[in-house]
């Protein structure tokens, strides 16, 4: 079973809001990952990391930072919130020595931005 | 640009069998991936194919045919909880993944 979590696991703000999401995994995985998921789509990558201090941007990540100061702790902010960013954010993971190795997702964070 | 096409919908009766298509043009290829998600949840891995033919893992099963750029996922046996949708996703050329819309199969009794 996968040891990922991510809270906050539903989320209701106005807009201009500043939001962080928070995910962390207890599997010592390098590989970390940030999805964004609307209903019946398919996912977009919105920010990865190899590890420590490693961060890159995915398709959606103009308007998101992300952090790994620590292996087990990737948060993602958003610095002001919009409707637009109303979505499923899925936090991943996945072990280094396997570039195509599988992805563990935590439960998700649903944001809706008034 | 990369595409992965999955059909929208599918419906089938408990018990019976189930063949989810996926077909794929992208930049390059390090192998596919099946993953099931419940409705409100986070997909789960099912299957991962990287070289041409069937993979059986209990009541799922995956092919693969590169040349063809297909996959499918084959479901047995079919039960109420399989109600999910499918997401196929593929790693291209420089390792990212790809990911198909999914396919929500319902089942009914």
């Known amino acids: 079973e996968a040891d990922i979590y991510q809270t906050p696991r539903y989320l209701v703000i106005g807009t201009g809001k500043k939001i962080t999401l928070e995910c962390s995994q207890t599997?010592?995985?390098?590989?970390m990952y940030w999805y964004q998921q609307d209903p019946g789509m398919e996912l977009h990558l919105i920010h990865y990391s190899y590890g420590v201090n490693s961060t890159e941007k995915g398709d959606l990540s103009s308007e998101s930072t992300v952090s790994r100061i620590r292996t087990e702790h990737f948060p993602l902010t958003l610095e002001s919130a919009r409707p637009s960013h109303t979505s499923q954010y899925l936090c991943a993971s996945s072990p280094h020595d396997r570039d195509t190795g599988e992805l563990f997702f935590g439960e998700g964070s649903r944001l809706t931005v008034l | 640009g990369q595409n992965i096409d999955q059909p929208t919908e599918m419906t089938a009766t408990e018990g019976a069998i189930v063949q989810i298509n996926c077909t794929y043009q992208t930049s390059g290829f390090n192998g596919l991936f099946w993953y099931q998600q419940h409705a409100g949840e986070a997909p789960t891995f099912l299957s991962y194919?990287?070289l041409d033919g069937l993979e059986e893992k209990g009541r799922f099963s995956s092919f693969l045919s590169r040349s063809k750029g297909y996959s499918y996922l084959l479901l047995k046996e079919l039960q109420m909880k399989d109600s999910a949708s499918y997401l196929c996703a593929v790693v291209d050329s420089n390792y990212q993944l790809i990911w198909g819309a999914g396919t929500k199969l319902i089942i009914k009794p």
């Open positions: 194919n990287v």
């Open positions: 599997m010592g995985h390098d590989k």
